[in-house]
């Protein structure tokens, strides 16, 4: 399984803004999850951007990503706007992991 909606949006964004391979990008957002003590699993929207704040900065910075906390900031913002609780929030991350939105 790949994780909740939120966990999927939120590895795909950074990968994209850091640049970092999906396989690092998935095991740094496990990693931050695993800190907060959430799964990826089940983690909401709004869990997340707790941990966008709160945990994943360092990680990001612990691998080199430029300006990592005003990324996670960014991110951070556009998750709360995301609605991941309606049917189409997983339909609306493959859209974009395929470059359709």
């Known amino acids: 399984?790949?994780?909740s909606p939120a966990f999927a949006w939120t590895c795909v964004e950074i990968e994209r803004?850091?640049?970092?391979?999906?396989l690092v990008a998935r095991g740094t957002v496990r990693l931050a999850l695993k800190q907060a003590g959430l799964d990826a699993q089940t983690v909401s929207g709004k869990e997340m951007a707790i941990v966008l704040?709160?945990?994943l900065p360092q990680e990001l910075a612990n691998r080199a990503v430029a300006d990592s906390k005003?990324?996670?900031s960014e991110l951070a913002a556009r998750i709360l706007t995301r609605n991941f609780e309606g049917?189409?929030?997983v339909v609306d991350v493959f859209q974009r992991l395929g470059g359709g939105k």
């Not at 803004?17 to 999906?22: F, I, P, R």
Request: glycine fraction near 12%; aromatic fraction near 0%; charged fraction near 20%.
């Open 1 to 3: 399984m790949i994780g």
């Open 17 to 22: 803004a850091a640049g970092l391979s999906e």
């Open 70 to 72: 005003r990324v996670c």
């Open 53 to 55: 704040r709160a945990i």
């Open 87 to 89: 049917s189409d929030a």
